[in-house]
């Protein structure tokens, strides 16, 4: 029966249709916790150096935290990895809603799937057990028609289902995992890698799950979030969108491909026009008191239905301001299709502005997209767009590989305006507008990713001090757009801490501070965890997945920023601020140093894996 | 009224004869703490780079920790510090006792002595008032006799004395400050710092102390503390020389200046011997239930005093096992002498076992010491030499420059028998028994120091493994005399919390882990702190001191050990075993990287320094 707390690994070998269990030690997950460094510990122990990640041996990663389904406000997170698709580097994406508890209650902490099945299958995972089966009816179907079909098959509407979509089937390069068929393990294209392997879907259940060792000793962590309730107040009425006008307000809502700050339809797709307009739900993650998600519905224009739930922010800037686009429905539709097919909504929506962009300079033509007018606000080409990246289609097929890889195919100068690192495209947060950020923009393994980097805005406020102090530092408060060495050295605490987050199972909107991460896993594990034992495992996780990439032909070369962030950013008074280069280098030099990375590979030194007790990790980059 | 927790500085000019008083804020100390931090914060924010250490411009730093005489085990400890005499470099010593408490109750965290008097002096610091006296009468006096004057004269029996002694008085460069007659702030040479200024004592007394912010947050590391009681019955029946047999059973028992291991007369001089044949009673210091104190008495051949205490392992080694000496009340005697005229026994006991040694090897002869036999085991010499260090007296004038000085004066190759690293005589722990050891004496900012260092041992057991996972690592159990890799890269984190525990008052001796540091200091300061933001004041104290060092001269090649640990030290088992250079420089190496130090000047890098909130410290390097 299920453990669910350190418990046992599914690996499963398709080619081979072959299932086995692997339990490691305790001190295994003590040292890599699960999430992100159980997958960047699979990925480097266990593959071979220069594997196509479309192939058979590129393993894909669930991985849930320790802690992942613990009785804690917004412990219901897993993290999924691969070799990416779309980076050629460490693949990896969190994600919340109800399927990692699941699949611990299922009785796996998690699951490697390796090998390709010569026809689509799916996996069923329950109570235990695990089976291989045959999915030929689900393939090519929108996800909440796999998820239903999945209930009425195996007879339980309480079986929780993580799929690739048609995107995946197709190898979209930032194809997703799409979990619940409304929360998206949205980035580096691991849709593609479980595309490749044409499993369709796992759906897992579990009728047990283990109690913590010392149950009482969640209560404190619990109280702490629960009663900072009224903070997201926010958060909760108009969802993470609520912030779409402040942000236009300052300059820093991302618009028409990033070229500006300003949208003039912004009010139109804020997050209160959603809850005025289409918000017929609000939706939460498990164990989660603040419910950011939406439920929207509409019969307008374009048909929206509710059971893909509702647009984000990063989805109301990359396929709303980004391409120009201002109706929301469309937006709110284009959000729909992303969930219907695994798509990233972050990569299709810079992806098609990128497009839009080079349509309006005259480096695309209609005889390029199919004869379909590009102009930035085209809301109808935006959707068309969305549908044919899915499927594949026509000037989609080209989209479908990711601004980097279309902007090399095209040519004619197209590339000056991807706006992407690592060949991943930028999350609707400018660095021009949070210097910091840009540091862990330009360094993150994943490429541009937001979900486990360091946002300035902490940093503005004194009220945000006691965070900061706790993980070691006393400083003043600072601006945004401003690049202190400070914020090199602050970068890289926060990102060990974001990275720990991710393998612990916990999201990043409650306030947590260290020591509730530790109380949390001591009560859970029962192990007498210190919280400087834990950001050494977030550093631990984060070295790792620099090892990897360096083995995988990254260096600190490939640490940019697009061309597009050396232009000024409009701003409301008239003034424009780029990314100030000089600054900017000086700022990841001194990032490495700290991180102890080497300034040419861009790897952790021997030195480095050695203090964070993974020198095997060093033994990779020999070859 | 005194504040007592992150209350008042009292400066003290002693040319001027003016008093003033400094109230730094709170974010001060909590960025330094006390102790080391403040010390190493004086000596590099506010001294000129170069100055002579027996000159009136280098302060005299007596330092508490925010802690120090909080209502906890072994919380009473206080730091002195000042440019050393006797390495050039940073000088520090942390001490037990009362003293630090009574200073704190007096009214001040700390008291920075600058200048030099025309005439003896001492200070009266109480409730609040402090003034400068007269000390014409005490200057010459043994330090019992000066604590009982002060008392008399004062009309207070409590009265807390802190004094130079004699040996401070003349100047010798490792002389002393002797607190309560019987602790000493022993290494670096600061006695004779007082002594240039004239200033024979500061006699303290307070009658009010602090509340604790949270008294009731004190409980939980007391209980745990004093729940292990029972681990240090040892120490308490038989005190820090109870170990002296089983250290000379396995041959790492310093003897005849470190040319061996084994120490035939070992027995006679062991904690046990000394119970049965000397002891009067135990001692302890401030609020500590370890009590590893002695009090001896004999009215043989040597007369002892009880006031002096006795012996503990360091003087028992080093004027014992060292010199050859088995007599057990000649060391007795000779640890009264040390401690009645305010001589460091360890690098006393080391500079006669070095003279001795050269005196055997026909280096040195008679008429270079007066006529006295220098042969090892030579007890009288030995007592008469301590005596003539202390009065620089014939040729303990020359002793009395300490081993490095002495053996340039004296020339004939005799440096090659010098026992010391930056000019500071090594403690009785051998680093060829434990490697890691070797690690921390070639790197700390004041030489051969076991004070703050890492020692080995815990690496041993499982047992201990604890306590290194609550600073992050995950280790198997590995041999003393080994030095894998992860040793440099625990010693880097052990010695910042050794650090710490110096910044914050805390003695090393009960087994206080991270958290219990915090707790104790969250709940004294009322400060919501983080084990992790401690740490970071450990390693921001140790960077400071060796920021200093650097802008004193020293650089990367001063991070050595002397040829005596290059020669096989013979054990039991007929093999013998030197410190393995090429492994010790790898890992000094492997050290540096991990703590950020630049592998030239051996100084903390600018980005460490940003990292650590203290980029000022990089500026005095730039002259």
Not at 335 to 342: K, T
Not at 357 to 362: A, D, I, K, L, S
């Amino acid at each position: 029966m299920p453990n669910g707390y350190c418990g046992r690994i599914l690996h499963v070998d398709l080619g081979a249709r072959a299932l086995r269990e692997e339990l490691p030690d305790e001190r295994f997950y003590r040292k890599y916790l699960g999430g992100w460094g159980f997958i960047a510990h699979e990925l480097l122990a266990r593959t071979p150096q220069g594997i196509d990640p479309l192939s058979p041996e590129n393993p894909l990663v669930f991985a849930a935290g320790v802690v992942t389904g613990a009785a804690v406000p917004a412990g219901g997170r897993h993290a999924v990895g691969a070799k990416s698709p779309l980076t050629g580097g460490f693949g990896e994406a969190d994600v919340g809603g109800f399927w990692g508890r699941e699949m611990k209650a299922a009785g796996y902490d998690a699951i490697v799937i390796t090998g390709q099945s010569a026809s689509p299958v799916y996996l069923w995972v329950h109570d235990g057990d695990a089976e291989i089966r045959d999915a030929a009816e689900l393939w090519g179907k929108p996800t909440a028609d796999v998820q239903r079909l999945l209930r009425e098959d195996l007879g339980d509407p309480k079986i929780r289902v993580a799929q690739c979509g048609v995107a995946g089937e197709n190898l979209v390069r930032y194809a997703c995992i799409m979990h619940d068929v409304n929360r998206a393990a949205g980035r580096t294209g691991l849709g593609a890698v479980m595309g490749s392997k044409r499993l369709r879907a796992i759906a897992v259940r579990g009728t047990g799950f283990p109690e913590a060792a010392d149950p009482d000793g969640l209560d404190q962590a619990r109280d702490y979030i629960l009663g900072l309730r009224d903070r997201w107040a926010g958060f909760r009425e108009h969802g993470t969108a609520g912030g779409v006008l402040s942000m236009n307000e300052v300059g820093r809502l991302p618009t028409r491909n990033f070229r500006e700050g300003q949208f003039e339809g912004a009010e139109k797709i804020t997050g209160s026009t959603i809850t005025e307009r289409l918000l017929v739900a609000r939706d939460t993650c498990y164990a989660c008191p603040i419910a950011c998600k939406r439920v929207v519905q509409s019969d307008g224009a374009y048909t929206v239905d509710p059971a893909y739930g509702g647009p984000e922010y990063e989805t109301i800037a990359a396929l709303g301001s980004s391409c120009g686009v201002d109706h929301l429905e469309a937006v709110a539709y284009g959000n729909q299709l992303c969930n219907a097919y695994g798509l990233d909504t972050i990569s299709t929506g810079v992806t098609i502005a990128w497009a839009m962009e080079c349509f309006e300079r005259g480096l695309l033509t209609a005889d390029d997209t199919d004869g379909l007018d590009l102009s930035f606000g085209n809301h109808e080409a935006m959707t068309q767009l969305v549908e044919g990246i899915a499927r594949r289609q026509g000037f989609g097929d080209l989209l479908a590989e990711g601004t980097l890889r279309a902007a090399r195919a095209i040519g004619r100068g197209t590339e000056r305006y991807a706006v992407h690192t690592k060949g991943q495209e930028y999350p609707m947060h400018d660095p021009r507008f949070q210097f910091g950020l840009g540091i862990g923009y330009a360094t993150s393994p994943t490429g541009a990713d937001h979900m486990h980097n360091f946002h300035d805005a902490p940093l503005e406020s004194e009220a945000r001090a006691a965070q900061l102090q706790a993980l070691g530092f006393l400083v003043d408060p600072m601006p945004r757009d401003t690049l202190p060495r400070e914020k090199a050295a602050i970068a890289a605490t926060i990102i060990r801490f974001q990275v720990l987050m991710n393998c612990i199972g916990l999201c990043m909107f409650p306030p947590y501070r260290p020591h509730h991460v530790r109380d949390i896993l001591a009560a859970v594990s029962g192990w007498d965890v210190t919280a400087i034992e834990l950001l050494r495992v977030g550093e631990r996780a984060l070295a790792l997945a620099r090892v990897y990439n360096a083995r995988e032909g990254f260096a600190a070369a490939d640490d940019t920023h697009p061309p597009r962030f050396a232009e000024p950013l409009p701003r409301p008074d008239g003034q424009g601020v780029g990314l100030p280069a000089k600054e900017m280098a000086e700022a990841i030099d001194l990032y490495y140093e700290l991180q102890g990375w080497d300034p040419v590979t861009g790897a952790p030194t021997p030195a480095k894996l050695t203090e964070l007790g993974i020198p095997w990790a060093a033994e990779s980059l020999d070859g």
